[in-house]
């Protein structure tokens, strides 16, 4: 990837780049339609590796810098959690939903209930794991661990059947033990010309000496592989610790316009953004994942270092993608 942008938690704008992550292997896209009891699905078939950050690329390694997808490249269509915890049919670990995605129709969605990935998402092969123990409803979750190793983890995917110009998407989040300050990234969507949107995490827009909190909800729009110039939005609302958060997203690549976030249902407040760069049209989006990069540290207390205590552990549940708004279950 290019380079982190810099301190956009502090600033509308940052210096440094980030690029859309890149798959280094290609994976088969099996058809469907999105729903009936799949833990993952898509109305796709083929096949192919894709750049996140690119169109059309396939199996091409990205720059290494500080904030690498390098990672990216190292990534399994499946992963299987353990069947001697699968438990009885039916039972939760987490709400009453069990399988957020079964009898939806949306484009793509993952509820990991069947505990694991199947294409034509595919998922980084360390420190990743389909688990049993901390799902937001059902009884799976995806697990990104060792995060003060700052790896790069994503769930991804190179297609975006039924999808356009406009992303609607909902997943459930869980940081523990809090959201670092540093400036990272958890979505990441990107278009036909290597521009793309973020959903992030750092610092607050505002910083109180007397009242500091953990990391909060950012808004990014990135031009091309690069990443700069960029069009980042912090905010003042936290993001909840060792809690589980309905996190909702619309990306207007059709206007266009910058992001927009929900936490809970309640829109997060973005800082006005900078004036340049001029947010351009999207025209298609062809390539999503969710996961983690942190571009500084992962302290709870600094932004640009990892003095504890620090990020360790992040869970992702129930995604879902489409053109319309889908909610929270």
């Given at each position: 990837?290019?380079?982190?942008?810099?301190?956009?938690?502090?600033?509308?704008?940052?210096?440094?780049?980030?690029?859309?992550?890149?798959?280094?292997?290609?994976?088969?896209?099996?058809?469907?339609?999105?729903?009936?009891?799949?833990?993952?699905?898509?109305?796709?078939?083929?096949?192919?590796?894709?750049?996140?950050?690119?169109?059309?690329?396939?199996?091409?390694?990205?720059?290494?810098?500080?904030?690498?997808?390098?990672?990216?490249?190292?990534?399994?269509?499946?992963?299987?959690?353990?069947?001697?915890?699968?438990?009885?049919?039916?039972?939760?670990?987490?709400?009453?939903?069990?399988?957020?995605?079964?009898?939806?129709?949306?484009?793509?969605?993952?509820?990991?209930?069947?505990?694991?990935?199947?294409?034509?998402?595919?998922?980084?092969?360390?420190?990743?794991?389909?688990?049993?123990?901390?799902?937001?409803?059902?009884?799976?979750?995806?697990?990104?661990?060792?995060?003060?190793?700052?790896?790069?983890?994503?769930?991804?995917?190179?297609?975006?059947?039924?999808?356009?110009?406009?992303?609607?998407?909902?997943?459930?989040?869980?940081?523990?033990?809090?959201?670092?300050?540093?400036?990272?990234?958890?979505?990441?969507?990107?278009?036909?010309?290597?521009?793309?949107?973020?959903?992030?995490?750092?610092?607050?827009?505002?910083?109180?000496?007397?009242?500091?909190?953990?990391?909060?909800?950012?808004?990014?729009?990135?031009?091309?592989?690069?990443?700069?110039?960029?069009?980042?939005?912090?905010?003042?609302?936290v993001i909840p610790a060792a809690k589980y958060a309905c996190v909702e997203f619309y990306f207007d690549g059709a206007t266009p316009a910058v992001g927009q976030v929900w936490s809970d249902g309640v829109?997060?407040?973005?800082?006005?953004?900078?004036?340049?760069?001029?947010?351009?049209?999207?025209?298609?989006?062809?390539?999503?994942?969710?996961?983690?990069?942190?571009?500084?540290?992962?302290?709870?207390?600094?932004?640009?270092?990892?003095?504890?205590?620090?990020?360790?552990?992040?869970?992702?549940?129930?995604?879902?993608?489409?053109?319309?708004?889908?909610?929270?279950?």
């Amino acid at each position: 990837m290019g380079k982190a942008p810099d301190q956009v938690g502090m600033s509308g704008s940052a210096s440094g780049s980030a690029s859309g992550a890149t798959s280094g292997s290609s994976s088969g896209a099996s058809s469907g339609d999105g729903s009936a009891g799949s833990s993952s699905s898509a109305g796709v078939s083929g096949s192919g590796g894709a750049a996140a950050g690119t169109a059309g690329s396939s199996g091409s390694a990205a720059p290494s810098s500080d904030a690498s997808a390098s990672g990216l490249g190292d990534t399994t269509s499946t992963s299987d959690a353990s069947e001697a915890s699968a438990g009885q049919d039916g039972q939760s670990d987490g709400g009453a939903v069990t399988a957020s995605c079964a009898g939806t129709t949306h484009p793509l969605c993952v509820d990991f209930e069947d505990g694991k990935v199947d294409p034509p998402w595919t998922l980084s092969a360390n420190d990743t794991a389909i688990e049993t123990g901390n799902a937001a409803h059902g009884r799976y979750a995806l697990h990104l661990s060792n995060l003060k190793s700052h790896p790069t983890l994503y769930l991804q995917t190179p297609k975006m059947p039924g999808i356009t110009d406009v992303l609607w998407g909902r997943f459930y989040l869980y940081m523990s033990p809090a959201a670092p300050l540093g400036h990272g990234d958890i979505v990441r969507a990107n278009d036909v010309n290597t521009n793309w949107y973020e959903v992030g995490f750092a610092q607050p827009g505002t910083l109180n000496a007397a009242n500091p909190t953990t990391g909060c909800y950012l808004s990014d729009w990135h031009t091309g592989v690069s990443g700069v110039p960029e069009k980042g939005q912090p905010s003042q609302t936290v993001i909840p610790a060792a809690k589980y958060a309905c996190v909702e997203f619309y990306f207007d690549g059709a206007t266009p316009a910058v992001g927009q976030v929900w936490s809970d249902g309640v829109e997060v407040q973005l800082a006005t953004p900078p004036a340049t760069p001029v947010v351009q049209k999207a025209v298609q989006f062809v390539s999503f994942a969710i996961g983690i990069t942190l571009y500084h540290g992962d302290s709870l207390v600094n932004y640009n270092d990892d003095t504890p205590p620090d990020l360790t552990d992040e869970w992702l549940d129930d995604i879902a993608l489409d053109t319309t708004r889908i909610g929270c279950l």
